[in-house]
């Protein structure tokens, strides 16, 4: 029955964490892998608008440094033309000059797909490509009609032999009304004092380069951009199912605990992560919730077997004086089982107060001072009619050392009982108990020894717990509940001491108490 069943969990197990698991219906799995995809997308998509408008602008500020280039030649070559007309030995005359600055602007526009043309001081064109061309439907009387209604401001003229304003972006004047991308630089013409004589203008249309280019980048990064985005989910999601298995691990098995089953433990994975630790943690307190659950049945088990017993005799010898089954002259005899039965049920009660009081961290002991080893001697005393009956020999008491400790006088007096009468039960007839009481080292030290069958190693580590007895039958002693070395083990710890037996198989086995000879 029970292989069956912890079949049936490990296939639910199996279904929930197997190979095929859907873990994507997780609903924190779906919450961080939402959260963390709208995180890369936008940081993506921002990276991308702020690489594209850094790209646009470098593109725009790289095309103005060209046609400024363009403007600086060109100026630079007409003004050596202008220098040297009117007798120099390659210009015969100022016409001749514009001309050839005519052919250099022709020249320069074609091989640079840009607008090129010259203008006076005033602003006004006065030398374009198109004059070369003869047949051109813009010229007539040598005048272009491309070029003749432009007239470029002062202002601007000013800016741009002054050198603030060289580059710029927009209309060449203020009838164009297309955007353009503009670079001038002004013609000097050489001598004792160079004079300017106008202004060379490159233009260029670059819209629709500008927009291809950015079509073309765009597309680029698109391209990258959904292939590193997918590359990101993939990891997120590979990263997230590391993550969130732990966590439906840990849910499965508060599941399982919830329907009292403690078996089932989270496959603990290499690593040293918190959720690693978490795991650990968890499988630890399965193991604590484990034992306190066993010992939970165990004490609702020895429970009812303390209990049932007594109430058992009880009931079965009162029935049987009433119903006359037990003659009146066995009554006092009788009598006295029960009233035997009915202190072992109320030892059984006062036991298992203390114990609740015990776990429930409200026995609080009273501190006084008084004389151990005269508390010793009482409950031996106490004992004398069992010892006599055993004829058990009593060695040490007259050499018991006379110790004043501080601590709670009844809760000693009841570890002290509890031990002596362990010694008294556990010895033989005709046996032996030795007893020392010594002060070492600012502790009070009592040592209880009985010589007989002594205690297993298995037992020795079990002693102290609830309802542990050496006699799993409870032949040997079926008044025994089990609770006084328990109970005495936690009184002596709430005085700051300790508590512990040695035993040597089928010898002897001794009970150590330490007590602080005064509580700080």
Avoid: W
């Amino acid at each position: 029955m029970t292989k069956k069943k912890k079949k049936g969990a490990a296939s639910s197990a199996s279904a929930l964490f197997g190979k095929g698991t859907p873990l994507r219906k997780s609903r924190l799995f779906r919450k961080y892998f939402i959260s963390l995809s709208a995180l890369i997308l936008l940081v993506t998509t921002g990276i991308g608008i702020i690489m594209l408008t850094l790209v646009t602008h470098h593109y725009k500020q790289q095309e103005l440094q060209n046609l400024y280039g363009s403007a600086k030649n060109v100026a630079g070559l007409a003004g050596d033309l202008l220098s040297v007309s009117g007798g120099g030995d390659y210009v015969a005359d100022y016409e001749n000059a514009l001309v050839i600055v005519c052919y250099a602007i022709k020249n320069f526009s074609e091989n640079s797909d840009c607008d090129i043309f010259m203008t006076n001081t005033e602003g006004d064109v006065v030398i374009c490509k198109e004059l070369l061309d003869l047949g051109s439907e813009y010229v007539q009387n040598q005048v272009c009609s491309l070029h003749s209604k432009i007239k470029i401001s002062k202002e601007q003229l000013e800016k741009i032999e002054s050198g603030k304003q060289t580059t710029y972006m927009g209309e060449i004047d203020d009838s164009s009304q297309v955007p353009l991308s503009i670079a001038a630089a002004p013609i000097y013409i050489s001598g004792k004092t160079p004079s300017l004589s106008g202004f060379i203008f490159v233009t260029k249309d670059n819209h629709q380069n500008l927009t291809d280019a950015m079509g073309r980048i765009q597309l680029q990064f698109v391209v990258f951009g959904l292939l590193s985005v997918l590359i990101a989910f993939l990891f997120i999601d590979a990263i997230l199912r590391r993550f969130i298995q732990p966590f439906q691990d840990i849910l499965y098995a508060t599941r399982q605990y919830a329907k009292g089953n403690f078996s089932y433990r989270i496959p603990e994975r290499p690593g040293s992560d918190e959720t690693h630790e978490l795991t650990r943690a968890f499988n630890s307190m399965a193991n604590d919730l484990s034992a306190i659950e066993n010992s939970r049945r165990n004490f609702v088990a020895n429970v009812s077997h303390e209990l049932k017993t007594p109430m058992t005799t009880i009931g079965g010898f009162i029935d049987g004086i009433l119903d006359g089954t037990i003659p009146p002259s066995e009554h006092k005899k009788y009598l006295g089982i029960v009233s035997d039965e009915v202190r072992r049920l109320s030892r059984l009660i006062s036991s298992m107060l203390n114990m609740s009081k015990i776990e429930a961290g409200e026995l609080t002991p009273s501190f006084t001072k008084f004389s151990f080893s005269e508390m010793i001697v009482r409950t031996f005393l106490s004992f004398e009619q069992l010892i006599s009956q055993k004829n058990i020999t009593i060695n040490g008491l007259d050499d018991l050392e006379n110790i004043t400790v501080t601590a709670d006088p009844d809760m000693i007096n009841q570890v002290i009982y509890n031990i002596i009468d362990n010694a008294v039960k556990f010895t033989p007839q005709d046996g032996t108990i030795s007893v020392s009481c010594k002060a070492e080292f600012e502790k009070a030290v009592v040592r209880v020894r009985n010589y007989g069958i002594g205690l297993a190693n298995e037992d020795l580590k079990l002693v102290f717990d609830r309802f542990y007895k050496v006699d799993k039958s409870r032949s040997l002693n079926t008044k025994s509940v089990g609770l006084g070395l328990y109970i005495s083990k936690n009184i002596v710890e709430l005085h700051k001491g300790k508590i512990y037996a040695t035993s040597k198989d089928n010898e002897y086995t001794e009970f150590t108490i330490e007590l602080p000879l005064r509580q700080n």
